[in-house]
């Protein structure tokens, strides 16, 4: 599955972005990661592709939403701490730990989107 993003940019704080990622196959589920340099690629949200079920992490909950069409993220109220280079992903969808997953396939990545909150 090939991913193509689109979105991001420049605001500034308490300001709005929107994400989207195209993906040229089937998808169980898509979401978002985010990383800064020096640091670890972090979850942000994911979306069951035929389904229901979202996720967020406890950073971005209340402010990120994820949809369906395109695993368009949403992110309102942005923060200066939200500035990170975001990627789609398209991933295997899990539940386990009394919880919803969608764990990123090795090869299924977008190049990256650069959002920057000031």
């Known amino acids: 599955v090939q991913l193509v993003e689109s979105g991001g940019g420049s605001v500034q704080t308490g300001g709005s972005l929107r994400l989207s990622c195209k993906a040229s196959g089937f998808t169980y589920c898509m979401g978002w990661f985010r990383q800064v340099p020096g640091k670890e690629r972090e979850r942000v949200a994911f979306v069951q592709t035929y389904g229901d079920i979202t996720g967020y992490d406890d950073s971005v909950k209340g402010r990120f939403t994820i949809s369906h069409d395109g695993a368009t993220l949403q992110m309102q109220n942005l923060k200066p701490e939200d500035t990170a280079m975001y990627y789609c992903?398209?991933?295997?969808?899990?539940?386990?730990?009394?919880?919803?997953?969608?764990?990123?396939?090795?090869?299924?990545w977008g190049q990256g989107t650069q959002v920057t909150v000031s």
């Open positions: 992903m398209a991933g295997s969808f899990s539940y386990y730990n009394r919880a919803y997953h969608c764990n990123p396939l090795d090869e299924n």
